[in-house]
């Protein structure tokens, strides 16, 4: 079993994920409701696009609305741990469940990203289908990955390290009987 801490987080691929990793929202449902606005009689089209496949939904939206990272807030305190481990030598790869296109955009704004893999249809790259990407990647036990929520715990396992932002508290205790180091970021202002 490999143990490190977070002095080692550099010497690893570093993976991360898009909503509500790098901010508290979800790119799907900015796209739906763009969508919605612009083409409110078109609603059961996109059900139909949904009822296929998510994949295909999230593929399609994009074909209809111009989606623009600059309308993302993202976590400052996230983007600036990750300017200093790319300083450190880090290799940092962005692994979102949402649409490729969308994964390249955001890779170009931010740019320290190496590579951006999203969802392509038919493949929907969240939990299992995620952690079989990085694990063909990378190896097992041979990246560190930023992730939020409970289906995230697929890839946390296969990780060698977890970094954790928002989670709930049935993730963190998840986590807490893990045997891998996790570094935890709190990101939302309580209300």
């Keep these: 079993m490999h143990h490190i801490s977070e002095q080692d987080f550099a010497k690893f691929p570093i993976c991360v994920d898009l909503d509500g990793t790098l901010w508290d929202g979800d790119c799907l449902w900015m796209c739906m409701s763009d969508f919605l606005k612009r083409y409110p009689y078109r609603i059961f089209q996109m059900l139909f696009w949904w009822y296929q496949d998510r994949t295909y939904l999230k593929h399609n939206l994009l074909k209809f609305i111009s989606f623009s990272p600059e309308k993302i807030s993202f976590f400052p305190e996230i983007l600036a741990y990750l300017h200093d481990l790319k300083k450190q030598g880090a290799t940092i790869y962005l692994i979102t469940g949402s649409d490729q296109k969308i994964a390249d955009m ?86």
């Design 106 to 191: 955001v890779s170009a704004h931010l740019n320290i990203f190496e590579k951006a893999f999203g969802s392509t249809i038919g493949c929907n790259l969240v939990g299992q289908n995620k952690a079989n990407l990085l694990n063909k990647i990378f190896g097992k036990k041979n990246y560190v990955y930023f992730g939020n929520e409970w289906k995230d715990r697929f890839i946390w396992e296969n990780s060698i390290a977890a970094v954790a932002v928002d989670i709930d508290q049935k993730t963190f205790n998840w986590l807490k009987s893990q045997p891998i180091y996790t570094r935890r970021f709190i990101c939302k202002s309580s209300i």
